[in-house]
């Protein structure tokens, strides 16, 4: 079965899909990757998990006009619901994404 590319997984899921534009090279993705999980966890998968690398779809990153990494956009059905960049404290994340499930 081909792997879903990830503007049909952005644009078709029913459910709400966190993207995360980062990088493998980004210290502050790493720093991130934990504390995403953890709110996602908590939020028992009401919002998928989509992690893009810039380095390999470069048009979406263009697309969606993420000049910086970390980047996070909330999606439901393709439609952008909210979007932050940079480190983001764990409870502003969930606060934030509560908003939406």
């Known amino acids: ?5 990830p503007k049909d997984i952005i644009s078709k899921s ?15 993705c790493q720093t991130m990757d934990p504390i995403i999980e953890e709110v996602l966890d908590e939020l028992k998968g009401k919002i998928k998990l989509l992690k893009l690398d810039i380095d390999k779809h470069p048009q ?18 393709g439609k952008i619901l909210w979007r932050k960049g940079g480190l983001i404290p764990k409870r502003d994340l969930e606060k934030a994404l509560k908003g939406f499930v």
Not at 14 to 28: E, K, Q, T, Y
């Open 1 to 5: 079965m081909p792997k879903k590319k």
């Open 60 to 77: 979406m990153a263009l697309q969606f006009a993420v000049r910086s990494i970390p980047h996070y956009i909330l999606f439901k059905r």
């Open 14 to 28: 029913l459910d709400a899909v966190l993207v995360d534009f980062r990088a493998d090279w980004c210290g502050p």
